[in-house]
């Protein structure tokens, strides 16, 4: 079965630094969404994105976030200045265009902001 | 927005024996809910889903059940085995007809299943 990955699976930053987390969502899927999970505790929406686009961001995806798909593979999350309070695991997911199709979510990448 | 709560947050059952693990949503448009199982450290993978538009889906020894009037829905794990040991989440999504926006999963906040051998 074809999956979502991730790169790195950990990276640990200094507060303050910027971090890009890389995602290569599965070929044929238009819809890209980033996904967190603070230890322990659920699953957070952050962000979709299609046709280049953002289509819905949460509450928690500020002005510190962005998101790219720099070519026809890649898709990241950058986050400018992390915060202590940004250490969690993002998990990357991708969907395909037919209605109602399931998402597929990445093996995630463990943040943690010292 | 959607509110997911999920019930319990740990159950621990003996092998063999069923668990059952509620949800309930606040927003009377969500059509969509999925079940994800997560082990420790891996990613959520999909284990089973049901539209509003069916109120039961069955897959060998897991089943999900949907009462749309009291917006909750069920899973439900038959002969449960060690390797059904994970967090589970539920979760709910409301799809567009148009089709240009799914918009996001919101997931409850998940419970611990522990099957004894």
């Known amino acids: 079965e074809p999956e979502v990955t991730q790169t790195p699976s950990h990276q640990v930053t200094q507060m303050g630094q910027e971090v890009i987390l890389r995602c290569v969502p599965i070929s044929n899927h238009l819809y890209f969404y980033w996904y967190r999970q603070i230890l322990g505790q659920k699953v957070e929406f952050l962000v979709s994105?299609?046709?280049?686009?953002?289509?819905?961001k949460s509450e928690i995806f500020d002005d510190q976030f962005s998101v790219e798909r720099p070519d026809g593979s890649n898709f990241t999350l950058k986050i400018r200045s992390t915060k202590l309070e940004d250490s969690a695991m993002y998990f990357c997911a991708s969907s395909a265009l037919l209605r109602g199709e399931k998402l597929f979510f990445g093996s995630g990448t463990q943040l943690s902001v010292l | 927005g959607e509110n997911v709560e999920q019930h319990p947050s740990t159950l621990s059952v003996q092998e063999g024996d069923s668990a059952v693990i509620k949800c309930t949503y606040s927003?009377?448009?969500?059509?969509?809910f999925p079940w994800y199982k997560q082990e420790l450290g891996k990613r959520p993978q999909l284990i089973i889903d049901i539209r509003s538009n069916v109120g039961e889906k069955k897959d060998q020894r897991i089943a999900v059940t949907l009462n749309k009037t009291a917006k909750h829905f069920s899973l439900h794990i038959t002969e449960t085995q060690p390797e059904d040991s994970a967090v589970y989440f539920c979760?709910?999504?409301?799809?567009?007809?148009?089709?240009?926006?799914?918009?996001?999963?919101?997931f409850g906040q998940g419970t611990i299943l522990t099957v004894h051998p």
């Open positions: 927003d009377s448009a969500s059509n969509y």
């Open positions: 994105f299609y046709n280049n686009e953002i289509s819905e």
């Open positions: 979760a709910a999504r409301r799809e567009n007809a148009g089709g240009t926006s799914y918009g996001k999963l919101t």
